[in-house]
């Protein structure tokens, strides 16, 4: 039997904790599949006295991350603190100069560094696997670099953030708001005590720069992204969406364009019959759409200690598998050095449907005058619903629900705007932009 | 840069004029990704002169497979020719004990002889990849064999024919018969002439032999299979079905019991809310469900030249990017030597829901005498539903529709048989049982 592969890991959080359980209780499954045992030889966290449930009484404690990764009594270095900056960049650094492996969940750092970490990995000949640190432990690095290698890919989108996808499928079930739903989220710990990054769009954004490098062999740039959170979705989107056969949800997309790439991160209308509107809770999943394949979609837990965990023991046992010293695939799919500069498609030329809902008085010819406005800015209309609002919300008001053909967002803009000088509005004008499966 | 890795392929049907023309195509591509050039170097079929639509010109044409298999001039040997026994089992052994990788899409053979294969594989250190022969496209092969390390999976089941799925899509969706949705699939190229392979659900169980084989880490059991088609479902079921808020598919399901592995074919009721249920047409998909992953599902294309061939080529590159001589991970996941012996749990121990149609005489009496057979066998209902037939169907007939909460399929199976000595029964009862996602 080949000798056990020594694994040091940095950060015990719930995931780091999760990694040293399982290994430990799965040890017997993992060396029959992998053909040799994977042992946690060290590790390295903040504070060596809390209890964390997990026995460490044979492993190494190291202080010092850095030293951790730079010690040669490991095979694998496992990050697991999180972090753009500092001690987690410094010692993934130090780990693949070291000429070791490196798995991290870590994706504000790949988002930021992943193109520089890449070339070191590539020209030191180690891997830097990464499948926790998108989706948690849906299966879609290993699919986007492996399984679809000859693809061309011309669309990638997903539902990346389970605390986003619990809150729209709550207001829709429940019937209640934006701010209740968030409240329960954070009861339940699917949200962090400041939502901010995740409502807002900023943790898909990391995910999707990824994606779309893996999409298309581009370098990363999460600067690119436009993003939009959820936090203006009211339950009056909510219902209307549900009337018109749609869902809203919450997606990263990543779309290749004739004039560059469209990254973008914002609340999305889906078919209700689509696959992804069923994806309910806290359930992420991507669809990938290629050449060859038409579309793959992939759903499955997007957090969580085991879920993660999962991904990262993945990792590990790809590592376990191959044979010591051997090359393997680029970590993007694409080697770093080859890896295309990032030429960014502006907003205003997105083409698409949209969904527009309009809060508007109640007096004859405002809905002509919205209708002008379309017309005027080319924009084809599918559905129309206006329909008085209930008395004890607001008197008087209408609610006036456009859903268009595909248009460019800076026609929607231009007429929204036209629309907002016509001053028939009583609230700011809602919209969605609407994205179809294949 | 590494030497070309040079494929030799025997079939040159759909998918593999596809993989060749593929090959060529996206060779730039593929290079980049897999740092080294991958060049179809010799190929073998039965006729020489049909047109393929491809360039064959300066690919060396061998007449016997099995001289090609044994070649020195090759690395890996692509095996497109399909069957179980005959020419594909003795090429695909040859080519393993001459110590080249193994491609295949051939699931009657892996299911039949994936042990044993999988054996010379493992000794000869070389590679048998079988992404293709299960769900097409869908990288649920990979993501079982390597991404799923650690998990102690509890049941896996999936859609894995498109055309049962395509026909059982176009029955609700259009509103016509079973023999009516046949002929069309047939018209347009998802079935066969002589359907029944497909119908009746033997190519779903040659997929779910696999699958469970990757699941649970025993030895492959295609003839310990319960198989049931989709051919007695009637326009009635489906029209229930949807009342009651579920979707008739056909799936595989493979699960472990106390007393065993339950591998089971036949038309299953899935709630209308699940994703799986909103799998449309030939689309395939795959459900796994873990102990640390709670569900993971992938969903894609299931047949088609272009996305079988996209599958084939991802195991080719798997091969491409990795050292020459290493090692890797097993072919069934676990050690073929390894995977334990194959326990069946009986069907008639099977727990679940069942749908359960019953077309009887309008007469009074009849529910009450159903009821108490239910009653008699401990069967407790979750839904009736009880209501005339048109006239122009059949006249003074109803039809009760039952929807049990879990019990045994024995249970069911002694109810239905006393409801038939009962005596009221104008049709044979329908029995459609029922599987809930996690």
């Known amino acids: 039997m080949v000798?056990?592969?020594?694994?040091?890991?940095?950060?015990?959080?719930?995931?780091?904790?999760?990694?040293?359980?399982?290994?430990?209780?799965?040890q017997d499954l993992l060396t029959k599949q992998c053909g040799r045992p994977i042992e946690v030889v060290?590790?390295?966290?903040?504070?060596?006295?809390?209890?964390?449930?997990?026995?460490?009484q044979h492993i190494e404690w190291v202080d010092?991350?850095?030293?951790?990764?730079?010690?040669?009594?490991?095979?694998?270095?496992?990050?697991?603190?999180?972090?753009?900056e500092g001690i987690a960049r410094f010692c993934v650094e130090e780990a693949l100069k070291h000429g070791h492996h490196v798995v991290t969940a870590n994706k504000a750092l790949l988002a930021r560094h992943g193109v520089a970490l890449a070339k070191i990995a590539e020209k030191k000949g180690v891997l830097l696997n990464f499948e926790a640190a998108v989706a948690g432990g849906i299966p879609v690095i290993k699919a986007m670099r492996e399984s679809l290698s000859g693809n061309n890919v011309s669309r990638v989108y997903g539902i990346l953030n389970g605390t986003c996808n619990y809150i729209?499928?709550?207001?829709?079930?429940?019937?209640?708001?934006?701010?209740?739903?968030?409240?329960?989220?954070?009861k339940l710990g699917y949200a962090e005590a400041d939502p901010t990054f995740d409502i807002e769009g900023f943790d898909t954004a990391h995910k999707l720069a990824l994606l779309t490098s893996l999409a298309f062999g581009c370098?990363?740039?999460?600067?690119?992204?436009?993003?939009?959170?959820?936090?203006?979705?009211?339950?009056?989107?909510?219902?209307?969406?549900?009337?018109l056969g749609y869902r809203i949800k919450l997606l990263g997309v990543a779309v290749k364009t004739d004039t560059g790439i469209e990254q973008r991160v914002h609340p999305t209308m889906v078919p209700t019959s689509s696959v992804i509107a069923q994806v309910q809770g806290v359930t992420n999943a991507v669809s990938i759409q290629t050449d060859l394949l038409g579309e793959l979609l992939l759903s499955g837990p997007g957090a969580g200690g085991n879920a993660t965990a999962s991904a990262v023991i993945g990792d590990i046992a790809d590592i376990a598998k191959s044979h010591p010293g051997f090359q393997h695939g680029p970590v993007f799919?694409?080697?770093?050095?080859?890896l295309a500069p990032y030429k960014r498609a502006r907003m205003r030329a997105h083409a698409g449907g949209y969904f527009i809902r309009l809060t508007v008085d109640d007096k004859i010819g405002v809905f002509a005058t919205v209708a002008k406005r379309m017309a005027e800015n080319s924009i084809s209309l599918e559905s129309i619903v206006q329909r008085p609002l209930a008395e004890n919300i607001?008197?008087?008001?209408?609610?006036?629900?456009?859903?268009?053909?595909?248009?460019?967002?800076?026609?929607?803009?231009?007429?929204?705007?036209?629309?907002?000088?016509?001053?028939?509005?009583?609230?700011k004008p809602q919209m969605i932009r609407i994205e179809r499966p294949n």
Chains 1, 2 share one sequence.
């Open 64 to 84: 010092d991350p850095l030293v951790l990764a730079a010690s040669d009594n490991i095979d694998v270095f496992v990050e697991l603190i999180g972090g753009e």
């Open 394 to 427: 607001q008197p008087n008001t209408k609610n006036i629900v456009l859903v268009t053909h595909e248009t460019t967002e800076s026609s929607v803009r231009k007429a929204l705007s036209s629309i907002m000088e016509d001053g028939h509005l009583i609230d």
């Open 219 to 243: 370098v990363i740039s999460v600067d690119d992204i436009y993003v939009e959170g959820i936090s203006n979705i009211s339950l009056a989107d909510i219902h209307a969406a549900d009337e």
């Open 333 to 338: 799919g694409t080697p770093a050095q080859a």
């Open 168 to 186: 729209l499928t709550r207001m829709l079930a429940e019937g209640i708001s934006f701010e209740e739903c968030l409240k329960e989220a954070q």
């Open 42 to 56: 060290a590790v390295s966290a903040r504070d060596r006295t809390r209890e964390r449930g997990i026995d460490l």
């Open 3 to 26: 000798n056990a592969l020594r694994i040091g890991i940095v950060g015990l959080g719930t995931v780091g904790s999760s990694v040293v359980r399982i290994l430990k209780e799965k």
